[in-house]
């Protein structure tokens, strides 16, 4: 089966500063992976390549015809303005449509129904007419999720998307991604802080610091010297969350990583 994307020996960087260096990896079909590392390790910055806004210094990216045709969805962190956006969650969902219109000048019916079951299928119909400022910001994260699968029913990218909400709202936008996921088959790749319910979740993790330190199944992940080193600059306060992210506390980190290892010991010694 051919991959999504496949970066090959990729460099992005800014003013002639690197700022993610020989990306070597594959997104196929199907995909969960969470992009994690510190602050200014480069995920953003390859994300802006992955979607074309950046262009590759060195290297190259392969884009499959699938994507090519349909695009990518993509959720970015949501400024003061954007979360007050005055138009209907209508209005917003439709919008993710107009990649599709070309040189129309309405929406068509198909892509009316396509916002209208994108709508049902993330569980935000009642709210069709609400104001989108007005909701809630598990509500409107939902509603741009929506938005973003009418651009495309092959790959979201989201950038850091469970900042600013509430624990409760992010378990259930963690169970909305699984659905989506497993059931609907949509490859997603997701920027996060959030180390447990990123490798809880997760299939493959890629972990940046300007060049891959990691890339590979969840489970290996934990028990990585890249996930070491990442724990304990946590610990010694080199590593900060985002302000407002809800990431998940060192001794829970630290817990986690050890029973990871704790089960990897198991494993081995019934071997």
Partial sequence: MMPLIKCTHVDFGYDNQDA?????????????????GEN????????????????????SIWLSEELKKGG????????AAQKDFPATVWEV???????????????????????????????ITPLKNHCYRELSGGQQQRVLIARALCATSSLLILDEPITGLD???????????????????????????????????????????????FY???????????????????????????????????QADRSLLENAKGRRREHERDC
Wanted: positive net charge.
């Fill in 93 to 123: 969902v439709l919008s993710g449509c107009l990649s599709r219109m070309g040189r129309l000048p309405f929406y068509s019916r198909e892509q009316k129904k396509l916002a209208a079951e994108n709508m049902e299928k993330l569980g």
């Fill in 167 to 213: 624990p409760m709202a992010i378990q259930d936008f963690y169970q909305m991604l699984r659905r989506l996921n497993r059931e609907d088959h949509v490859a997603i790749l997701m920027v996060s802080h959030d180390l447990r319910n990123a490798v809880e979740e997760a299939n493959k993790i890629l972990h940046l610091q300007k060049q891959v330190l």
């Fill in 72 to 79: 990518i969805g993509y959720l970015p962190q949501q400024t």
């Fill in 40 to 59: 200014g390790s480069g995920k953003s910055t390859f994300i802006k390549g992955l979607l074309g806004l950046l262009k590759p210094t060195a290297g």
């Fill in 20 to 36: 993610v260096v020989d990306v070597n990896l594959e997104v196929d079909a199907g995909d969960y992976i969470c992009i994690v």
């Fill in 216 to 250: 590979g199944p969840a489970h290996d992940y934990m028990n990585s010297q890249a996930a070491g080193h990442f724990f304990h600059e946590k610990e010694q306060g080199r590593c900060k969350p985002t302000a407002g992210c809800h990431a998940v506390h060192l």
